[in-house]
Structure formats: C-alpha cells, structure tokens
C-alpha cells in the first residue's frame, strides 16, 4: 500500500467557508503536521456526477485540519470498474466509490445491498435498512473478509427506462429488444415477455440508433441526456407518480476503504470519514436530483413523451419479481441473511409492498 504524505504550507484556515458540510466534522489537530492523501476512485465517468465527486473530495483537507486529502480519479482514470476491489486490496487506490452492485463479483450478498426490482423504493427506506435494521454491520463483516471496509452508501437516484415505442403498460413490453444489465432485472422482464440483452453503456446510443434494440435502461435524465438519449428515442417509461423506476427505484454507491489504509487512521479520524459519507450521500442524492430537473425540461423541449406504467402494473411485476428474489437470495446464505430483513421490512405495516400471499410456498435457505 502507498500512501503518499506531503508537509502542510503553513497553517489551514481554521475550517473558513468550508459550509454546512463542516458542521458534522468533529475537529481534528495534525501532530506531525502531515497530510495523509488517499487515491480514491469513483464509478462516475463524467458529467454531473463526476464533478460532484471532485467537489466534494477537495473539501476534505480543510474539513480535516489538513489531516488527511481525497486525490479523485473518475471512472478507469486508474483501473476498470471491475478491478477497482482489487486495487484497493493492492494498496493501488485506497479508496473507491462504486456502485455497490459491481461487489458482488466477489461478495454475492451485495445484489441485496442495493435496489433489486420491485423492492424498496425509496432512499430513506436503505437508511433504515442500513443504520437501523443491522445492514450496516452485515455489510461490513462481509466487505471485512475480503480484506475492505465498507464506510457506508451513498445514494444515487433511480435508473428510467427510453424506448423507441410508447410503452403504456407491462404487457408492451413484449416481444421488444430491450438493454438490461443482466442479472435479477434481466430474468424479470424476460418473465413479461422482452428479448433482453446486455450490453454496456457505451453501446447504447448506436444500437438505439441502429435499431438492434427498442428499449434501454439506463441511469438518470441528467446523464442520459447527455449521452444523447433524445436523439435516438421519442419515449421515456415511466413508474406510477412518485415511483420513478420499478426496476431499480434506488441506486447505490458507497464508499470502500481498503484496511490497510483504514487501520492507519485515528479513531477521531475514522469516525470523521464514516460522518462524511453521510454528509456526501445527501450531498450527492440531492445534487444528482437538481440536475434531473434540468434535464426533464430538455427532453420536452426535444419532444420525448414521458409514459407511465398503472399501479397494477406494479403488482403484477411484484408478483413476478418475488420468486426471483428468493432465487438468488437462496444462492448464498448471506444474502438470504440480507434479504430476509429487507423481507420483514417490506412486509411490515411500514411498508407493506409484499402481500404475505406472495410468499406462500416460498422458503428461504437461512
């Protein structure tokens, strides 16, 4: 592991202007008046994303007393997306920013610690799961075997679906060459009918343009825009109002450390990090919003439909979803564990999304 450490010019200003932000950060002297600079990368390649991850890290070494510093990097500016665990295990990076999803190459569980379709479909209900209801420590043992620290989530927003063809209930969906990331969300809509297909997002737009595929999912408006969306669909799918994406409602990154690097750090240091994930993630969810709304007014302008699926599309695509959740959560015992309080919660008087009628004759391997 590499840890560079560069001699502080002189004395920082004692946290001047660093905003609201710095109010969560306990106040931390440098003894040795040194900085410890972490590299750490995030799964953002450009855009609005990208910039708001750079923004924040150069927060870090005034809200700190010039402790520690956060050298960003964008997406393979250093390694692949799929290598970033192992750069980190290598003391390449010291720190990443995925999308938590690309752990579960090497953490199976992880497909449950992000959005799976149908599933929880608000941000502040992955709040409760993680810092009320134990996903936090269970992430953290699992994230601690493979030698990583998982520091907490930090959220997104949700993926929309474009199309070529107006899509006003689940049952257009079939027979429609649709892009999928693969996996729980590929199975769902093959189950509806679509001829699903994975392919990466740089291959998006020219197979939209070509006509190989009708339907594609992808991030948010914001991005989406950007990459051109507009040029090459008249249609955006939407959920019911206020359910923005029944595939994936949320989505999650987070903030992983490698433990060598997080071994190094004071207490007083180690909770600041775990402070300012939190301070980051609403910085990051609300910033990602904002620039959503700006990107709404632009597909109207360039004339794209907004089309909303009805709530018993909702309920028919739950009642085909949850067997496949039990599925892949009984593919590993730490996902049925993860999955099983996600279960509670959604079937609780909280929530409620899951009629215990769903569930007969479903058994999780606990």
Not at 135 to 151: C, H, K, N, P, T
Request: proline share 6%; charged share 15%.
């Amino acid at each position: 592991m590499t840890i560079k450490t560069t001699t502080r010019r002189g004395a920082l200003r004692a946290f001047a202007g660093a905003g609201a932000a710095t109010l969560a950060a306990p106040a931390i002297a440098t003894a040795q008046g040194q900085t410890t600079t972490w590299k750490i990368q995030t799964s953002w390649p450009g855009g609005a994303g990208l910039q708001i991850f750079k923004d924040w890290c150069a927060t870090i070494v005034e809200k700190t007393g010039g402790e520690l510093a956060f050298q960003p990097f964008g997406a393979n500016d250093v390694v692949g997306d799929f290598q970033l665990y192992d750069a980190v295990k290598n003391g390449v990076l010291e720190a990443v920013n995925p999308f938590t999803i690309y752990a579960q190459g090497i953490i199976p569980a992880a497909t449950f610690l992000t959005s799976i379709p149908l599933g929880m479909r608000n941000p502040h209900e992955f709040d409760v799961f993680y810092y009320g209801l134990g996903g936090l420590d269970i992430a953290r043992e699992l994230y601690a075997a493979q030698g990583l620290v998982f520091v907490g989530p930090v959220h997104h927003g949700p993926n929309i679906i474009h199309s070529k063809v107006p899509i006003r209930s689940i049952d257009d969906f079939a027979g429609r060459k649709m892009r999928l990331p693969g996996g729980m969300v590929a199975e769902i809509f093959t189950a509806i009918g679509a001829e699903t297909t994975v392919l990466p997002g740089s291959e998006i737009f020219p197979a939209l343009e070509k006509g190989t595929i009708d339907v594609a999912d992808y991030v948010g408006p914001a991005v989406n825009y950007a990459l051109g969306f507009s040029q090459v669909t008249d249609y955006i799918v939407m959920g019911p109002p206020g359910f923005m994406s029944l595939y994936q409602p949320v989505d999650i990154m987070d903030i992983t450390v490698g433990q060598a690097a997080w071994d190094a750090l004071s207490p007083q240091m180690k909770q600041f990090v775990e402070m300012e994930t939190h301070v980051y993630s609403d910085m990051h969810h609300a910033a990602i919003q904002a620039a959503d709304q700006e990107a709404w007014g632009k597909f109207e302008a360039d004339g794209t439909e907004v089309t909303r699926l009805s709530q018993d599309d909702v309920e028919l695509m739950t009642e085909v979803a949850v067997p496949i959740w039990f599925d892949y959560a009984n593919r590993d015992p730490n996902a049925a564990r993860v999955f099983k309080i996600q279960l509670d919660y959604m079937m609780s008087g909280s929530l409620g999304y899951v009629d215990p009628a769903l569930t007969e004759g479903l058994e999780l391997k606990l």
